[in-house]
């Protein structure tokens, strides 16, 4: 070091004062013995690349089909992903949440979950997986309006889980023609599950059917729910009713009435004394005290569950 100073210098020295000034701006003469050595900074670290928003991700993939569409997770296995999320994986973990939340019927915690992430991400309102699901998680909660609302979207238009979804809460709602009107979009959902994850959206249908003054339709979809079923009975009934044959739907109700819980029990004996009066085998009198009895027990039941 001390040898190239000393030709540094001297070449310097040889070729004048412009190159001397040019050779110490190339190579810096050795620090003094004793001089500290200034302390280079070190160079700035690269800049991460900030994290693509998970609405940008989830609309990136395709909208799931029904049978993939509501992955369920265990409780346990849920709060130790949320637990060791990362801010870069958080949203991810929360939509598998909620997702979970949804097979599992736990439709008010989803809507949370849901509604968290959109606060923290407000472009997810425009995606339509997510929109999907909040509008189920709405739609179990009764809020029909609000559900249909978040449903309405150009990309869930002909989706037939969308579509199931859509007639079962307008079928709950009491809205007949409109549930009926998508159920051809829907049948690829409904034919993809099994006969237990059917069975509420063929109660939905039929219900829609028989308030739609289609009674026939609806016993043709009650077929497909074994006969032991009690709200399946009560919804038989009612068709049968409908199309005249009163000893049909009075069998119905009366296997409603062995084998429902109190609720479909009570619903059952309305049915039979509607049937009779329709029939005109009981006289409004009669009825009458039937109708007061059943609303005497009734109100003795709800009371004893209330206490």
């Not at 280079?40 to 690349?49: G, H, I, L, V």
């Not at 238009?157 to 079928?171: H, K, Q, S, V």
């Not at 028989?210 to 016993?219: E, L, V, Y």
């Amino acid at each position: 070091m001390i040898r190239l100073a000393i030709a540094l210098a001297i070449g310097a020295g040889l070729a004048g004062p412009h190159a001397a000034q040019a050779a110490e701006t190339a190579h810096p003469s050795a620090p003094h013995p004793g001089t500290p050595t200034p302390v280079q900074p070190s160079p700035p670290a690269p800049a991460r690349p900030a994290p693509v928003p998970f609405a940008a991700e989830l609309a990136a993939q395709p909208l799931p089909p029904a049978r993939t569409a509501w992955t369920a997770m265990s409780e346990q296995a849920a709060w130790a992903a949320l637990a060791t999320a990362t801010p870069a994986t958080r949203q991810a973990t929360r939509w598998r949440y909620a997702v979970a939340l949804i097979a599992r019927d736990r439709a008010g915690e989803a809507l949370g979950v849901l509604d968290v992430m959109a606060a923290d991400d407000t472009g997810l309102a425009k995606v339509a997986a997510w929109r999907r699901a909040r509008g189920v998680a709405l739609g179990r909660l009764g809020r029909t309006d609000p559900a249909i609302a978040a449903l309405d979207d150009p990309a869930l238009a002909t989706d037939p889980e969308t579509c199931l979804w859509r007639m079962r809460i307008l079928a709950e709602a009491g809205r007949a023609a409109p549930a009926l009107g998508v159920l051809g979009c829907a049948m690829p959902a409904l034919n993809s599950r099994g006969a237990k994850a059917r069975r509420p959206f063929i109660l939905a249908a039929a219900r829609a059917a028989i308030d739609a003054g289609r009674p026939g339709p609806a016993r043709d979809w009650l077929d497909r729910i074994p006969a032991t079923d009690a709200a399946a009975a009560l919804l038989h009934g009612e068709a049968d009713r409908a199309l005249g044959a009163a000893a049909t739907s009075r069998r119905w109700f009366d296997l409603a009435a062995r084998t429902g819980d109190p609720e479909q029990r009570a619903a059952a004996t309305l049915g039979t004394i509607e049937t009779d009066l329709a029939a005109r085998t009981l006289a409004p009198p009669a009825a009458a005290r039937r109708l007061a009895a059943l609303l005497f027990r009734w109100r003795g039941a709800w009371s004893n569950a209330a206490g």
